[in-house]
């Protein structure tokens, strides 16, 4: 069992270091989920369910609530947790024994956020902005951030400014919801593909960012 909590100010860095742990795991046995929209409840449920398939589980949780008694978690050695929380945790979570901590604040910040920019509004310099930014980052990185693009787009962001959430807004008008469905899948088409060896990274990449911009 090892329970990770994150969190940090660079949002783009902290996804990253996220999408790394993630590569150790089979994408099949690797799950996403929201605790503002499933609860605690519900979240132990999950946590308590089996994977026939694989020896070793992630769970990665968004948008934790730093009430949340980690003593609570009552999971089995083949799990790995990672509780993402958007600011820092209390001192009680954080002087837990059980867990290992991951903060990044912006000084190791990496600017994605042109190229998803880009993609939403469908602007065809974001083919130019990916050639750049993979000689940064890894692309396991840059297909976790175009989750959270995605995210973003159906979920409207919290405490966010008035400039921003018209950006959203417009951004949306070239993302309907069957849209944001299918992209989501062909993410996870193109994760799993490049973690078999099926194709080169980059040219998966390189075909799902067309996709966007078709």
């Not at 799950?31 to 605690?40: A, P, R, S």
């Not at 600017?111 to 980052?137: C, G, H, Q, R, Y």
């Not at 692309?139 to 159906?154: A, E, G, P, V």
């Not at 950006?167 to 193109?190: A, C, D, G």
Request: hydrophobic residues 45%.
């Amino acid at each position: 069992m090892k329970i990770i909590v994150a969190y940090g100010s660079a949002l783009a860095a902290l996804n990253k270091k996220i999408s790394e742990i993630k590569k150790d795991f089979d994408p099949l046995s690797v799950k996403e989920i929201n605790f503002e929209e499933i609860g605690l409840a519900k979240l132990l449920i999950e946590l308590a369910s089996m994977d026939l398939f694989s020896e070793k589980r992630l769970v990665i949780v968004e948008d934790v609530d730093e009430s949340l008694d980690i003593n609570q978690l009552d999971i089995d050695d083949s799990l790995t947790l990672i509780l993402k929380f958007s600011k820092k945790p209390s001192s009680k979570i954080l002087m837990n024994k059980k867990i290992q901590v991951i903060q990044i604040n912006e000084e190791k910040e990496i600017t994605i956020f042109p190229l998803l920019n880009m993609l939403s509004e469908k602007n065809p310099k974001a083919m130019d902005e990916f050639e750049i930014l993979l000689k940064e980052v890894n692309c396991q990185y840059i297909l976790t951030m175009l989750f959270y693009m995605l995210r973003r787009l159906i979920l409207n962001p919290k405490n966010t400014s008035s400039f921003i959430f018209k950006k959203i807004e417009q951004q949306k008008r070239n993302f309907p919801l069957e849209k944001l469905k299918f992209f989501y899948h062909q993410i996870l088409i193109t994760d799993y593909k490049i973690k078999q060896g099926l194709i080169e990274e980059r040219l998966a990449l390189q075909s799902l960012i067309w996709k966007f911009l078709a």
